[in-house]
């Protein structure tokens, strides 16, 4: 029997108003200008560009990375369609989604993120191959503080809540202080998988 085939994402993704294409190297400036917001990383130092820079290659390298980039889809004049979020699993099982702000408010994040889900139960029914078997059975996200707008698209797909740690806060300023921050997971079973 063979091995089953790593996935690395080459196909497109399209919804309703949304364009899903892998993440490559040419949307650094897209990332960059997510990452760099401070309202999208709330709880965290927001991204200088090498910090941007790294996260992304990571993303790339990663077999544990099935990373989208979300754009609306293109219009009848044929402008190449900018980057308005990012999403699907940064390291399996756990998966996550940034947003530019000037993008909130409409539903992409849930739209986008339903669609991944979608896609990846149907591409692998019992769990992703390079998951240990306990980790295959479901996907889980973490959400910070400030994260309300992030919870409701996570219940929207079905996540529940599944646990809560207390971590540093890294903040500038509160690390030094030694300050923490609640984090909450959330899990979303396997089709057919009870948790």
Not at 83 to 105: M, R
Not at 155 to 160: I, L
Request: charge should be negative.
């Amino acid at each position: 029997m063979s091995s089953p085939t790593i996935h690395r994402p080459s196909d497109t993704i399209t919804t309703e108003r949304l364009l899903l294409r892998a993440l490559s190297p040419t949307d650094r400036e897209g990332v960059f200008a997510i990452r760099s917001e401070p309202r999208v990383l709330y709880w965290t130092e927001p991204d200088t560009l090498e910090k941007s820079d790294e996260w992304l290659r990571i993303r790339l390298e990663s077999e544990k990375s099935m990373t989208y980039a979300v754009s609306l889809l293109p219009s009848t004049d044929n402008r190449c369609p900018q980057i308005i979020g990012v999403t699907g699993a940064h390291s399996l099982p756990e998966i996550g989604y940034i947003f530019h702000p000037s993008s909130w408010g409409h539903g992409y994040a849930t739209e986008a993120l339903k669609a991944w889900i979608h896609m990846y139960w149907q591409r692998y029914p019992d769990g992703h191959p390079v998951l240990h078997e306990s980790e295959r059975a479901y996907l889980k996200a973490v959400t910070g503080p400030g994260g309300e707008g992030s919870r409701g698209v996570l219940r929207k797909c079905g996540f529940r809540w599944f646990r809560e740690d207390e971590v540093c806060d890294e903040r500038k300023g509160a690390k030094e202080k030694g300050l923490s921050v609640v984090l909450q997971e959330f899990r979303l079973a396997r089709p057919g998988v009870e948790e």
